[in-house]
């Protein structure tokens, strides 16, 4: 298991240790599990190690390498690694229609360029190679409605994938767009430390071969965190950004 990644599901409420997996109590407070306890797998076969290295340096202590066969791929017109686009809007909380406008955009300039994805098989990228993830339901819903209307995605689903994390761990595409959908993520939608949550980034955006695109609000970060917790994921979140190749 990953204890950086989405934590376990659980029917009911418990109570401090009875809430964390087994690997979480054992790693502590440490991005990787102790040598003493386990196994730290250090390669990512998935991501590009532009993309790799922010990832490894939010979640794995900066243990986290790219297998070199991941370097072979590449996407024309677009440079590999994490990039933030941030964007303007006021009063959003759980959905935005700027960003979802800015999604179609990003879609439709990766949509037909060519791809090789380091098999020697060279192609033009389609809806399908596309993965978005959104925050919340209510901004998968409003993105859906902005794919089909720019001729994206189908009624049947068909073309560019959206869905929240919890949909897509697991999954891999060539390029990821996230969306936050908050215009303040102290007033987000179940507030600062699930929208800004480290383990909830790191899957977003770690779904990515080539690249991930983060759309966000410019304002995002711009509240007085209420705890520790809160000061804490938006800590992360601007060492991530500093990361990115803005």
Known sequence: GDPQQLPQVSS???PYPVDISTLSWLSGDAPTVDERFGYFLPVSWRMHPQLCAPVSRLSYGGRLASAPAAAL?????RDPGLQVVPVSHRRCTVRSEVEAAEVVCLA???????WDAGDGVVRALTGDDI????????QVDTIVQHLERAGLRDAQGHGVRVGTV???QGQQAPVTVV????SNAGASGRGAEFLLSPNRL??????GQWCSVLVCSSMIHRFVPATAQQLAVLGDFMVLCNLSDY
């Open 73 to 77: 791929r590449h996407l024309e017109g």
């Open 202 to 207: 790191n899957v977003a955006i770690s779904r």
């Open 108 to 114: 439709q300039e990766f949509v037909g360029a060519r």
């Open 166 to 168: 919890d949909k897509f």
């Open 179 to 182: 969306s936050l959908a908050a």
């Open 131 to 138: 993965v978005v993830v959104a925050a919340y339901n209510a």
């Open 12 to 14: 009911a409420p418990h």
